[in-house]
């Protein structure tokens, strides 16, 4: 514009409307790219969101005969998803048909207006001849800076719809303060006081409610309810996987919420119902709580969690035999049985001052269940032990029992409980040939 204008201020004018309808074009097109991108990554989630969730539940589409209907329900996301893509595709289109014409006219008016000026003997052939291979460069450059910047909004577009899913905050923090749970010093001692949860429901009603409860160093405590009388609750608190609302959690008088949440769970193992593996070896996933264990120690601790034997058994897809044996995704390579046995190797390996039993043998036979329990028991040993279970006759031998009921705790022995004749003692008749 400057070289135009130098030689007549005319000559420059079809740059100068050019770049105005240019940064006009640009504020118009590229962020309507980056939206229609974003919206076409979420149609791509969704089709591959519903093809993941019908094929990891493949069994369930056959037993009830859902194929099809399976099929109908992928075909309507692959429909929206095809939808968001002609859409950005058409705006692909006049982006670059706008692009298009907006170059043509700057180089129709900038060469019109020298060869009129020419003409007319106000600019010499020489300054003509600058001015259209210059345009043409404008033309060029103006097409690649507008090209990249398209493709640079469209992946802003995929990138955010991606960061609303793996950028969420923290719901849980350690505090600035937050200092390490010293294992080695850990008695065991919990102690419960006030403690109120609602999972944030404005309705009233309260999970847990005012409970206040102290577990000894070293004592074996079963904890009962029936389902959704909050016993995973408490166990997810006491984890801190929920941020406690009112009350406090003290394990050896440190409030749970002044330590870090990592010193914290290295100091409890847990065993929980639904068992998840690692996709990787049987022995890794073994040690996975005990980093840098040798193969003596996994071995111990498969032995003492019965799973030994059929550890040497198996084989998997790549010839690996034994220990180094792949366990497939989440451990499907493995029977549930076998998997809590190794998920309770697992805790036996990483030996923590407090134990977490959340039906640690449902998925057992009554065989194996038996010979693990003998080993469970000595595992106990010196550790403050925290058992839920379902069925009541795995749990009636330990030193104490909390019976969840409306939010409210009552503590007692077995035989306690049963001369008080409520909640655990209407279990317990259910239990032993009340259904007969």
Same mark, same amino acid.
């Given at each position: +514009?400057? @070289?135009?204008?130098?030689?007549?201020?005319? =000559? /420059?004018?079809?740059? %100068? &409307?050019? *770049?105005?309808?240019?940064?006009?074009?640009?504020?118009?097109?590229?962020?309507?790219?980056?939206?229609?991108?974003?919206?076409?990554?979420?149609?791509?989630?969704?089709?591959?969101?519903?093809?993941?969730?019908?094929?990891?539940?493949?069994?369930?589409?056959?037993?009830?005969?859902?194929?099809?209907?399976?099929?109908?329900?992928?075909?309507?996301?692959?429909?929206?998803?095809?939808?968001?893509?002609?859409?950005? +595709?058409? @705006?692909?289109?006049?982006?670059?048909?706008? =692009? /298009?014409?907006?170059? %043509? &006219?700057? *180089?129709?008016?900038?060469?019109?207006?020298?060869?009129?000026?020419?003409?007319?003997?106000?600019?010499?052939?020489?300054?003509?001849?600058?001015?259209?291979?210059?345009?043409?460069?404008?033309?060029?450059?103006?097409?690649?800076?507008?090209?990249?910047?398209?493709?640079?909004?469209?992946?802003?577009?995929?990138?955010?719809?991606?960061?609303?899913?793996?950028?969420?905050?923290?719901?849980?923090?350690?505090?600035?303060?937050?200092?390490?749970?010293?294992?080695?010093?850990?008695?065991?001692?919990?102690?419960?006081?006030? *403690?109120?949860?609602?999972?944030?429901?404005?309705?009233?009603?309260?999970?847990?409610?005012?409970?206040?409860?102290?577990?000894?160093?070293?004592?074996?405590?079963?904890?009962?309810?029936?389902?959704?009388?909050?016993?995973?609750?408490?166990?997810?608190?006491?984890?801190?996987?929920?941020?406690?609302?009112?009350?406090?959690?003290?394990?050896?008088?440190?409030?749970?919420?002044?330590?870090?949440?990592?010193?914290?769970?290295?100091?409890?193992?847990?065993?929980?119902?639904?068992?998840?593996?690692?996709?990787?070896?049987?022995?890794?996933?073994?040690?996975?709580?005990?980093?840098?264990?040798?193969?003596?120690?996994?071995?111990?601790?498969?032995?003492?969690?019965?799973?030994?034997?059929?550890?040497?058994?198996?084989?998997?897809?790549?010839?690996?035999?034994?220990?180094?044996?792949?366990?497939?995704?989440?451990?499907?390579?493995?029977?549930?049985?076998?998997?809590?046995?190794?998920?309770?190797?697992?805790?036996?390996?990483?030996?923590?001052?407090?134990?977490?039993?959340?039906?640690?043998?449902?998925?057992?036979?009554?065989?194996?269940?038996?010979?693990?329990?003998?080993?469970?028991?000595?595992?106990?040993?010196?550790?403050?032990?925290?058992?839920?279970?379902?069925?009541?006759?795995?749990?009636?031998?330990?030193?104490?029992?909390?019976?969840?009921?409306?939010?409210?705790?009552?503590?007692?022995?077995?035989?306690?409980?049963?001369?008080?004749?409520?909640?655990?003692?209407?279990?317990?008749?259910?239990?032993?040939?009340?259904?007969?």
């Amino acid at each position: +514009m400057v @070289l135009m204008s130098g030689a007549d201020w005319r =000559l /420059a004018m079809p740059t %100068a &409307l050019w *770049l105005i309808a240019y940064v006009i074009f640009l504020r118009y097109f590229v962020p309507w790219m980056r939206d229609l991108s974003k919206n076409s990554s979420e149609r791509h989630s969704a089709v591959m969101g519903r093809v993941v969730d019908s094929y990891a539940n493949i069994l369930t589409v056959k037993l009830f005969s859902r194929a099809s209907d399976e099929d109908a329900y992928v075909r309507k996301a692959i429909d929206e998803h095809t939808e968001a893509i002609a859409q950005h +595709m058409r @705006l692909i289109t006049k982006f670059t048909t706008a =692009l /298009a014409v907006l170059n %043509a &006219l700057l *180089l129709v008016g900038t060469s019109a207006i020298g060869v009129l000026l020419w003409g007319k003997g106000e600019l010499d052939a020489g300054t003509v001849a600058m001015a259209v291979p210059l345009a043409w460069t404008i033309a060029n450059t103006a097409g690649w800076v507008s090209w990249e910047m398209g493709r640079a909004f469209e992946n802003i577009g995929v990138v955010q719809e991606g960061m609303e899913t793996i950028a969420v905050p923290h719901a849980i923090n350690d505090t600035v303060t937050a200092r390490n749970l010293d294992i080695a010093r850990v008695r065991g001692e919990i102690r419960i006081e006030r *403690l109120t949860f609602t999972y944030g429901r404005d309705d009233g009603r309260k999970v847990l409610d005012s409970l206040n409860c102290v577990i000894r160093p070293g004592e074996r405590v079963g904890l009962v309810g029936s389902s959704g009388a909050g016993k995973s609750t408490l166990i997810n608190l006491l984890l801190r996987f929920y941020e406690i609302e009112t009350g406090r959690i003290l394990i050896d008088g440190q409030d749970i919420r002044e330590v870090t949440q990592e010193s914290l769970r290295r100091a409890i193992g847990v065993v929980a119902q639904d068992t998840s593996l690692l996709h990787r070896s049987i022995a890794e996933n073994i040690a996975y709580g005990s980093p840098g264990a040798s193969q003596a120690q996994i071995e111990f601790a498969a032995q003492r969690a019965q799973a030994h034997e059929f550890i040497m058994r198996q084989r998997d897809w790549k010839g690996s035999v034994g220990y180094e044996a792949q366990v497939g995704e989440r451990g499907v390579k493995l029977s549930a049985g076998q998997r809590q046995r190794i998920a309770i190797a697992r805790v036996v390996l990483k030996n923590s001052p407090i134990l977490v039993l959340d039906e640690a043998t449902s998925a057992l036979d009554s065989e194996v269940e038996l010979a693990i329990q003998d080993q469970l028991l000595g595992l106990m040993e010196g550790k403050t032990v925290i058992a839920i279970a379902h069925r009541l006759s795995t749990i009636a031998c330990l030193d104490r029992l909390l019976v969840l009921n409306e939010g409210r705790i009552t503590e007692g022995t077995h035989d306690e409980l049963l001369r008080l004749g409520g909640q655990y003692a209407m279990l317990w008749r259910h239990q032993s040939g009340g259904f007969l």
